[in-house]
């Protein structure tokens, strides 16, 4: 059994997340919809969802629960789950941005679910019970905007 | 006297504005297109801008105008607010909690109508450090 800290468990995210924000960029500044260029200045502050959860904790306790072990490794994949970064950034349609952002979104609940399954501290929990609420909020929101028919 | 431009297509708002700034003892201008901003904003040096994101044909062009400002070494430390009702067209929550350096290079963000003793303090508030009224 492969003991991991939360911390590099939540690093994968916060690394995949910056790759996230160069391919919305690079959407951003070559795709010629308008709309969709907006769509990717809502989904560039993806990357921030982590720093909203730890925003209820203080330095101290985030670096405690960054150190808190998880019995067994949770594997990361969701290039293969939610192929976002696959999609070509001049000509990806606002409808495919929105879709593949709520199967990302998913991806990431499940990946917390299955954190949530090892025997974690109380801090710990809660930092994966936010996330998994921030995600659900942002999900609500992207799914909003593919009902509204916006891009 | 701080230069402030108001950069918004909504004509009757930003004259609106424009006079409140007036009152205030700003010199204002303003500007209904997003065409020709940069060179303009080179050739007038404001101490402020206030722009709003939204325009016809693009929805994001606050944003694009903010990003190409910090992008113009000469232009690139003056203080923008944006001004928008971009939360009222698409439900995105965009609030000053978004600014940033890559995406949103800007001093402030407010929602459309802000009332206007706010939007003064927050303009006295940037204009202070470098240009006194």
Same mark, same amino acid.
């Given at each position: +059994?492969?003991?991991?800290? @939360? ?13 996230? %924000? #160069? *391919? *919305?960029?690079?959407?951003?500044? /070559?795709? =010629? ?19 909203? %959860?730890?925003?209820? !904790? ?17 594997? !990361? ?7 976002? @970064? ?13 879709? &593949? %952002? ?6 990431? $609940? ?7 399954? *090892? ?14 609420? #921030? ?5 609500? +929101?992207? =799914?909003? +905007? ?6 | +006297? %701080? ?19 007036? /009152? ?11 065409? $020709? ?23 994001? &062009? ?13 232009? =690139?430390? #003056? ?14 929550? !965009? ?29 006295? =508030? ?8």
């Amino acid at each position: +059994m492969a003991i991991i800290t @939360l911390g590099k468990l939540l690093d994968r995210v916060e690394a995949f997340e910056g790759r996230l %924000a #160069i *391919f *919305f960029a690079d959407v951003r500044d /070559q795709s =010629k919809d308008n709309g969709v260029r907006l769509l990717t200045y809502y989904l560039a502050r993806h990357r921030r969802h982590q720093q909203q %959860a730890f925003d209820d !904790f203080d330095k101290q306790a985030i670096n405690l629960v960054r150190r808190v072990k998880v019995r067994n490794d949770v594997p !990361f994949t969701p290039e293969v789950e939610a192929p976002l @970064l696959q999609a070509q950034p001049g000509t990806v349609s606002g409808k495919a941005l929105l879709e &593949a %952002a709520v199967a990302y979104n998913a991806y990431l $609940g499940r990946y917390y679910d299955n954190i949530l399954k *090892f025997p974690l501290n109380q801090d710990a929990t809660f930092l994966i019970l936010s996330l998994i609420r #921030i995600e659900e909020h942002d999900t609500l +929101m992207l =799914k909003k +905007m593919i009902a509204m028919h916006y891009f | +006297m %701080a230069r402030i431009i108001i950069v918004d297509d909504d004509v009757e708002f930003a004259e609106d504005l424009s006079k409140s700034l007036q /009152q205030a003892g700003y010199d204002v201008e303003v500007k209904n297109r997003i065409e $020709g901003l940069i060179e303009d904003i080179v050739l007038n040096r404001p101490d402020l801008l206030i722009l709003d994101v939204m325009f016809p044909d693009n929805p994001v &062009a606050g944003f694009d105008v903010a990003r190409a400002v910090r992008l113009k070494e000469e232009i =690139k430390s #003056i203080p923008i607010i944006l001004l928008t009702a971009v939360n009222q067209e698409h439900s995105m929550d !965009f609030s000053a909690r978004d600014i940033d350096p890559e995406w949103l290079p800007v001093q402030d963000l407010e929602e459309k109508p802000v009332a206007k003793a706010k939007l003064l303090k927050k303009i006295s =508030k940037l204009l202070q450090p470098t240009v006194k009224k």
